[in-house]
């Protein structure tokens, strides 16, 4: 299984970064995929998710901001993001997980990508 994130970088303040994540070796279509970052000192965080049907969540502080999207087609999950701020610099994982009756079948994470935004 891999999940191989691209599209971190150096941005400044109210810029934009696409991040994407592209899987293989899982059946990308019935997997929850989601965007967690760690910024230096901090626990990981969830960003953002979205549900094999599309339905998608956020973390308070990115809502409006940011938009997660995925295409199936390609076993690929994106994340856009907007309006970033300093705040926002971490690195950011991809994460695929499947669950069963509420019970964790499988749990898969990227390497992360770095996301640095400058004031």
């Known amino acids: 299984v891999q999940l191989v994130e691209s599209g971190g970088g150096l941005v400044q303040a109210g810029g934009s970064l696409r991040l994407s994540c592209a899987s293989s070796?899982?059946?990308?279509?019935?997997?929850?995929m989601a965007w967690y970052r760690q910024a230096p000192g901090k626990q990981r965080e969830l960003v953002a998710a979205?549900?094999?049907?599309?339905?998608?969540n956020y973390a308070d502080s990115v809502k409006s901001r940011f938009t997660i999207s995925r295409d199936n087609a390609k076993n690929t999950v994106y994340l856009q993001m907007n309006s970033l701020k300093p705040e926002d610099t971490a690195v950011y994982y991809c994460?695929?997980?499947?669950?069963?009756?509420?019970?964790?079948?499988?749990?898969?994470w990227g390497q992360g990508t770095q996301v640095t935004v400058s004031s």
């Open positions: 070796g899982i059946i990308f279509s019935i997997n929850t």
């Open positions: 979205i549900t094999s049907g599309g339905t998608t």
């Open positions: 994460n695929a997980k499947l669950e069963f009756r509420g019970a964790t079948v499988s749990d898969y």
